[in-house]
């Protein structure tokens, strides 16, 4: 595990604190450059900072780093002025996140920064705190000898400015239980297939739950049959490493909600018979971005202590071309019974996630998430920053949708058309996999509902018989994974999409 940047707060005077760098933030105001209110410089420090800065042709743009060195009056070697955007769509506290890891990024190498980018509470200050720790996150695990030791470490410590020290602790605990969780997905989802697999995927997740208070309970093939896990068993059949299910249980004390999580776990996609072409396949250890989001949301809602019960279903299989591979025309029985008609092998995520899903509903909880790196559909119509969000709940996938936003996994709502289901009718099953090609986002979410079970379907209660469970699916296929240049807070790689989200929710109900 790439090593992680610690953080702490104060609410000291910036300028005093001693450091590698003070970070503070600055933007575009009437043309002209301006520094945030925050800064802890003095009106002459000020003055005369912002004199070089316009020397130095800086302009005070979004992401804009500028380093000045022995500053007189602050005590830390050098000044590093970034932009923040001043408007835009993001929240506040994401453009503090955002500004916050491209200084630590770019502060590589060095052991301690100050940062005052102006934030003016608690919240903010630990948006900034989480943005540093994820800007500065590298990993490196299978680098050789000759670049591990040229490669500069991720900045060490940062301290916060804007805390009060009555409240640094909790702070520090929540940034600290935030930012590791999606740096734990981040590290799954770029860790190489020929290390991650099914089987090694449920080590890790029991070796960072022992000691947590969550448990974890794994099925291999066998016991996958044996359950009627006709998806995931389909879907893994064409490789030699068996697929897995893990079982993640949260069940704190005190809870009166129960959270289903599901997440999609193909450690590697290759299309199956349905082949993709080479370039395609390179990203491929990503497609298990789902399943990595809700195991490390969980991890992270019972080291928050959250009051809401939580089980995480990752339906873990890699979809590969062996003998046993399923093919175009097989049909499949799913748990719970109903039959799938098999028509593009490529389309294997939502095949796993529908056990997982029935699973989820034969415990009747209050509402079930999955998360899945599912069409590239979605990144045609959202992009690759943007992930969508769907579900038969509209109250449920716009607290999704403003949560997510809120976090920083930008999400956007999008609708599941009545008139796509009959798309899905097939004659020799109950139903096949596919269906508008148009559609494909929504037709795949259109799929997954049919596998969400209803209230009181396994209580006898005559009430509410025909409601189906409150249920959202958030497609991350473009946000997942980043394949450009780093930017804000996200390097090249994983990213960790849809952790955030999920603990926002789980503390939304807390609350």
């Not at 933007?27 to 925050?38: H, M, Q, R």
């Not at 020397?55 to 932009?83: F, K, P, Q, W, Y």
């Not at 044996?226 to 299910?245: F, T, Y």
């Not at 809401?308 to 175009?328: F, H, I, K, S």
Request: negative net charge.
């Amino acid at each position: 595990m790439a090593p992680r940047t610690t953080t702490s707060f104060t609410s000291s005077a910036p300028a005093d604190l001693p450091g590698d760098a003070l970070v503070i933030g600055a933007t575009k105001k009437a043309g002209s450059l301006s520094l945030l209110e925050g800064h802890g410089l003095s009106e002459s420090t000020a003055a005369a900072l912002l004199e070089t800065l316009a020397a130095l042709g800086a302009e005070g743009g979004a992401d804009e780093i500028t380093r000045v060195a022995g500053v007189e009056g602050v005590a830390a070697s050098v000044v590093v002025v970034v932009g923040v955007a001043s408007s835009g769509p993001a929240p506040r506290s994401e453009q503090l996140r955002r500004a916050a890891g491209i200084a630590a990024r770019a502060l590589a190498g060095r052991s301690s920064a100050v940062l005052a980018l102006g934030q003016q509470d608690r919240a903010q200050a630990q948006a900034v705190a989480e943005g540093a720790v994820l800007g500065a996150y590298s990993f490196d695990q299978q680098h050789g000898v000759g670049k591990a030791e040229s490669a500069k470490a991720p900045l060490a410590s940062v301290t916060v400015v804007g805390v009060d020290e009555k409240e640094a602790g909790a702070a520090g605990g929540e940034v600290d239980a935030l930012a590791s969780a999606v740096c734990y997905a981040r590290d799954l989802v770029n860790t190489p297939p020929n290390l991650l697999y099914p089987e090694t995927f449920a080590d890790s997740v029991l070796e960072r739950a022992a000691g947590t208070g969550v448990e974890v309970e794994v099925w291999e093939p066998e016991r996958l049959v044996a359950e009627g896990c006709g998806g995931i068993v389909g879907v893994g059949q064409g490789s030699g490493r068996g697929p897995r299910l893990v079982t993640l249980r949260y069940t704190p004390e005190g809870a009166n909600t129960h959270l289903a999580l599901v997440g999609k776990g193909i450690t590697f996609d290759s299309g199956g018979l349905c082949l993709k072409p080479g370039a395609s396949m390179v990203t491929m250890k990503m497609d298990m971005g789902g399943a990595a989001a809700c195991a490390a949301a969980t991890l992270a809602i019972a080291e928050l202590g959250l009051p809401v019960q939580v089980t995480a279903y990752l339906c873990l299989a890699e979809n590969m071309t062996g003998d046993l591979a399923q093919r175009p025309g097989d049909v499949v029985t799913m748990r719970g019974g109903r039959t799938v008609e098999i028509i593009n092998t490529d389309a294997e995520g939502r095949l796993v996630m529908a056990d997982g899903l029935a699973l989820a509903s034969e415990q009747q909880p209050d509402a079930i998430v999955d998360v899945a790196t599912l069409t590239g559909a979605c990144i045609v119509a959202l992009g690759e920053r943007t992930m969508g969000v769907m579900g038969n709940d509209d109250g449920l996938r716009d607290t999704l949708v403003r949560l997510g936003t809120e976090a920083g996994d930008t999400a956007w709502a999008l609708p599941m058309p009545e008139e796509l289901r009959p798309t899905l009718d097939t004659p020799v099953a109950d139903l096949k996999h596919t269906g508008e090609r148009s559609a494909g986002a929504m037709v795949a979410a259109t799929f997954l509902q049919e596998f969400v079970g209803t209230r009181g379907s396994d209580t006898g209660d005559d009430e509410g018989e025909s409601a189906q469970i409150p249920w959202a699916h958030l497609d991350i296929a473009g946000p997942a994974f980043n394949e450009k240049s780093p930017w804000g807070y996200h390097p090249k790689g994983g990213t960790g999409a849809g952790v955030r989200s999920l603990v926002a929710l789980a503390r939304s109900y807390a609350g």
